[in-house]
């Protein structure tokens, strides 16, 4: 069950049920840690089943018990999950669960507190490589600083046409899907949310506070 807006043409919001329920879960100040991060996984795992949904396959010939017959496989198709740390970290683990010969390419972006800018500290991303496709992980887009900049990191690094890439965030705010649609028109976002606005420190609301703190149990008492 999905959702798509004339204002937001780039945007897939995921609105099956078990997605819904679960990031209400997540929203709650009163869900802890462990939870948190299990809630993360799972909601990532649902997530992918949509963002792969144009996945091509070629035919297979398989021996069933029975007879022989031709089924589908997802054929020599490089996949690439690229986290941006710290918090797209809780998303891989599901995905490579569905996924298992994806790559993880490690890209580490912050949000310098003042500016809203982001920082890139760490790019772990190979010399070259053959990629099909780029899916970026991250559960939050803001502003949409760091999303652009990693794909503009991507870009750089030569992941354009035709490779293609995607981004996946739980929960995206009007202020940052405008952003990494006006920079990257090409570039389709998957989230499980829309919410209403960001306030003064750049924060989405009503959001589910900062991502990172909550998975690493970071965020104070
Ligand atoms: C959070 C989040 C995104 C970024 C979104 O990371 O995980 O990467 O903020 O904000 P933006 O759209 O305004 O750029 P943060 O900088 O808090 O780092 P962390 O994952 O290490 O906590
Ligand atoms: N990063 C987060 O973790 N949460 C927000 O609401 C905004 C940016």
Redesign the pocket.
Known sequence: MIERTKEFPTLTIIRHPLVQHKLTIMRSRETPTKIFKELVDEIAMLMAYEATIDLSVEPLDVQTPLETMVGRHISGKKLTLVP??????GMVDAMLELMPTAQVWHL????DERT???VEYYNKLPDSAAVDLCLIL?????????????IDVLKRWGAVQPVRIKLLNLIA?PE?VR?VQEAHPDVPIYAAALDRQ?NDK?YIMPGLG????RQ?G?GGS
């Not at 991250?138 to 990693?150: E, F, I, K, Y």
Request: avoid cysteine.
């Open positions: 941006i740390l710290r918090a797209g970290l580490g972006l912050f949000r809203l800018r982001p991250d559960p939050m887009l803001a502003t949409g600083g760091s999303a652009t900049a990693a705010a940052g952003a960001l750049g900062d991502a990172g703190d690493f970071t």
